[in-house]
């Protein structure tokens, strides 16, 4: 199980860009903690989700 924004999901094994795929996340729009790591974009693909990781995913929101 991963910890994701502090909810617990079946998602070890997978990698990070196939999780957010089956999200509502906007890729562009969010950034990805793992274990208190920033995850570069670049390596969402080749970042494969370990049971006990914690994820935090935060979305970005224009306004004014």
Known sequence: MVKIN????DVAGKTLAEY???????????????????????????TILQDNDVIEVVSFVGGG
């Open 20 to 46: 957010l795929e089956t999200t509502t996340y906007h890729p562009q729009r969010i950034a990805v903690e793992r274990n208190g790591e920033i995850v570069p974009k670049a390596q969402y693909s080749n």
């Open 6 to 9: 502090g909810l617990f999901v």
